[in-house]
């Protein structure tokens, strides 16, 4: 297949926050260096940049807030009627502060996507800046995965490293991590949009090849 045979996917992206992840996608769209659309941006918090940033690039944003729910489930559910509305063939992750269920994992396994601002398998969950300070790690990064049922455990696609400087604070290393993390998002999910990275039950594979455990390793200047 070459490069012109191949259709644009639709994307939705899924916030909670600032968007600046969201931000990098609409900026590699924009700039043509990943062939796709975003459908839709859904956020589980209302009044957030992220919402104002899709508005200004003319996407169709929803708002689905959580505590409007009775339990996760009914959430996970009415998420997923929402998503399946615009017919997405990828769901990214992108700051989403909301633990999916099985049942909303499952149904979008192997085109659900996330980043994390760690070196998984270092770190999951929360405070994963203050966490590397607090161990004396001398480097640092983020990684996109493959959502999977386990928290933060997926299959790894692509790793970027930044060194932790002396003083840093969980500030100023959580922002020399997410220029990276605006650099490997938008390159994972373009492997993606040219079908050349899938999730198989060994792990995910990037041009026919299995990827090693800590994904793809991005040289960054
Ligand atoms: C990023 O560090 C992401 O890895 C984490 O939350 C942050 C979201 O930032 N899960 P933004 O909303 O994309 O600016």
Not at 96 to 118: D, W
Not at 165 to 188: G, M, S, V
């Amino acid at each position: 297949m070459n490069a012109h045979s191949i259709q644009p996917k639709k994307l939705a992206i899924l916030i909670s926050g600032g968007g600046s992840n969201l931000q990098a996608f609409i900026d590699a769209i924009q700039n043509q260096s990943l062939p796709a659309s975003i459908a839709v941006v859904i956020s589980n918090k209302p009044d957030v940049k992220g919402l104002e940033r899709a508005a200004k690039a003319g996407i169709t944003t929803e708002v689905l807030d959580h505590k409007q729910f009775k339990d996760r489930n009914a959430f996970d559910r009415q998420l997923m009627t929402l998503i399946d509305r615009h017919q997405p063939d990828a769901v990214i992750l992108a700051g989403f502060m909301r633990i999916l269920g099985a049942e909303f994992v499952t149904h979008y396994l192997g085109k659900l996507f996330n980043i994390h601002p760690s070196l998984l398998p270092k770190y999951p969950g929360l405070h994963t800046h203050q966490q590397a300070i607090d161990a004396g790690d001398r480097e640092a990064g983020a990684s996109v995965h493959f959502v999977v049922t386990a928290l933060d455990a997926g299959p790894i696609i692509i790793q970027a490293k930044v060194p932790v400087i002396a003083n840093d604070d969980a500030d100023t290393l959580a922002k020399r991590i997410l220029e990276q993390e605006h650099r490997i998002y938008p390159l994972a999910v373009k492997w993606f949009c040219e079908n050349r990275l899938v999730l198989t039950h060994t792990g995910a594979m990037l041009d026919g090849q299995l990827l090693p455990s800590s994904g793809f390793q991005f040289q960054h200047s």
